[in-house]
């Protein structure tokens, strides 16, 4: 809900009129009460692409933001072909999307680039302390457990599923909201101590300065090929950051973000129509 009320702010800024949509496959969803406007679309696959496009057209849509995990790969594949029809996705681009919503190749990725990430294995045996399972692809509320026993260890390598391990970290945890634009030579960096944690979301944060930190997200950033808004999660234990995940997309907790000078609705407008000025 938030969310919304920042797109209409940024929306303001553009003197011109617009229309906000939201939308959704499901019709009972809490922005439909806080947005008179609403679409229901088809789920995003392959096989209901036109229909998408029709419904995007029909509704003169010009811009498209995911906000969830599970619709960002869809939007990135077909980028090219909603902007035949004059629609920007504000998604990263396929590559960069599969490399952060698949956990081991985000590691083994940026391993490879001697970025301190935190281990990620498909072998539990390596980890010689506490360690976590999650699922190699979902949120990490789809399936996450602490310090598994033998027993669950072995029901999940029998049900063959697509999961990792990582020990479990020492440290502050933080969270780096960014906005990169497409050229990838402005970057704005904001970070924030997730003081209080609920369901995995940030409910109380204190903004802090770091700037070896902000020059590691920065290298990131290069290496992904990220553009527009990403959320990046991470442990600093002893002046040493160990980087954890990212979410090329909007975060629950970007709007703290917001309302400290990170624009990203506006900016990835701007940068769109190329009159995004450093």
């Not at 209409?8 to 947005?35: E, H, P």
């Not at 920065?218 to 980087?243: C, D, P």
Request: net charge positive; proline share 2%; hydrophobic share 40%.
């Amino acid at each position: 809900v938030p969310l919304i009320d920042i797109v209409k702010k940024s929306l303001s800024k553009l003197n011109r009129d617009y229309n906000l949509y939201c939308g959704d496959s499901s019709s009972s969803v809490i922005s439909k009460l806080y947005n008179k406007k609403f679409i229901k679309i088809p789920e995003t696959n392959e096989n209901n692409r036109s229909k998408i496009l029709k419904i995007l057209i029909k509704y003169n849509i010009n811009f498209v933001l995911p906000t969830s995990n599970t619709e960002l790969l869809f939007w990135s594949k077909n980028k090219s072909f909603f902007k035949k029809n004059s629609i920007e996705i504000f998604v990263a681009d396929e590559n960069s999307i599969l490399n952060c919503i698949n956990k081991l190749r985000f590691y083994n990725k940026l391993k490879d680039k001697k970025i301190k990430c935190v281990f990620t294995t498909k072998n539990a045996d390596l980890i010689k302390t506490n360690f976590i399972v999650k699922s190699n692809t979902g949120s990490g509320g789809n399936l996450f457990f602490k310090n598994p026993d033998q027993f669950l260890l072995n029901s999940l390598k029998n049900r063959d599923l697509d999961v990792i391990f990582q020990p479990l970290i020492r440290g502050q945890e933080i969270s780096i909201d960014t906005w990169t634009n497409k050229k990838s030579n402005f970057f704005f960096i904001l970070m924030r101590k997730r003081s209080v944690i609920k369901n995995g979301e940030s409910e109380v944060s204190v903004f802090f300065n770091n700037k070896h930190i902000e020059k590691i997200i920065k290298k990131v950033i290069l290496i992904l090929k990220i553009n527009g808004t990403a959320n990046f999660q991470g442990f600093l234990y002893k002046n040493t950051f160990t980087l954890l995940e990212c979410n090329p997309r909007v975060g629950g907790a970007t709007t703290f973000s917001y309302q400290n000078g990170l624009d990203f609705i506006y900016w990835s407008i701007l940068d769109n129509l190329n009159k995004f000025l450093l």
